[in-house]
C-alpha cells in the first residue's frame, strides 16, 4: 500500500522512481554484500546485523548514487565505507563484558527496537541463527503485541507476559534510583543493594517529566 501510494504521488508531481529491484540490485555472499546500479557496482561488508538491512543499504546507496551524479560526483568509495562503518544504535545491538563490565563473561545481549509486526518478523530473521536463552520483550500497550509476540515466537523456547501498572511517581524515582546507583533511603539512612540485575528501558519523550515521571 505504501510503495503504491509513493508511485502515485511520484506520477502526479512528474518525479522519476528509482526501485530496489528494477533499478538497483544486491547479493549477499558471505557477509559480503554487493551493490550493482547500471554500470556501477560496490562491494562492503555492512555494518548492521540483520538480512534486511541489505536492502536498506541499497536503497541508501541509490539515493546516493543519484544525489552524487546530479553533483557530477562519483560517492561509490563513500557509500562503502558508510555501508561498513554504519551504527544504529538499538537495531540488533551486541553487547557484552567488552562493552559493558557489568555484563557476566559468558553473557551476550542483543538489543532491538523493533516496533511493529514487520520490524518484529525482520528481527525474528536475523535471529535465525543466534541460540537465545532468553528473550525479554516490552511494548506498549496500544501496539500490536500480539503480531510482535507470534513473529517472534520462532526464536523463544517459551515465553511468559505480565502487564505492567503505571506507577506512582515517588515509585518510579526509588526503583530507578535502585535500578541506576543500587541504593535506597530509608528515612534519610541509605541503603546499599548488591544487584546482579542488568535492566533496559525506555520511554516516548512525551513522559519525561520535571518531577521524574519515565516509567509508564
Known sequence: AAEAAIRAHAATVGA?????GEHVHHRDEDGRLTIVGGERTIVATPA?????QADNAA??????WHVGDRRGEDWSDAIATGIGSARWPGRLEHFSQAVCARIPSDVS???????????????????AG????????????DKGWHAMLTALGPV??????EPLPDLAGRIQVGLLGILEEGDIQIRGFPLRLRLDVLAVFSANPEDYTNRGNIIT
Not at 522519476?16 to 530496489?20: E, K, N, Q, R
Not at 536503497?59 to 546516493?64: D, E, F, G, K, S
Not at 523463544?156 to 507476559?161: E, F, G, I, K, Q
Open 109 to 127: 545481549l542483543w538489543l532491538d527496537c523493533a516496533h511493529n509486526e514487520d520490524a518484529a518478523v525482520a528481527l525474528a530473521r536475523a535471529l
Open 130 to 141: 543466534v541460540k537465545i536463552d532468553r528473550l525479554l520483550f516490552g511494548t506498549m500497550g
Open 59 to 64: 536503497v541508501a546507496a541509490a539515493v546516493a
Open 48 to 52: 548492521l546485523r540483520g538480512p534486511h
Open 156 to 161: 523463544a523456547h517459551r515465553y511468559y507476559c
Open 16 to 20: 522519476p522512481i528509482t526501485a530496489v
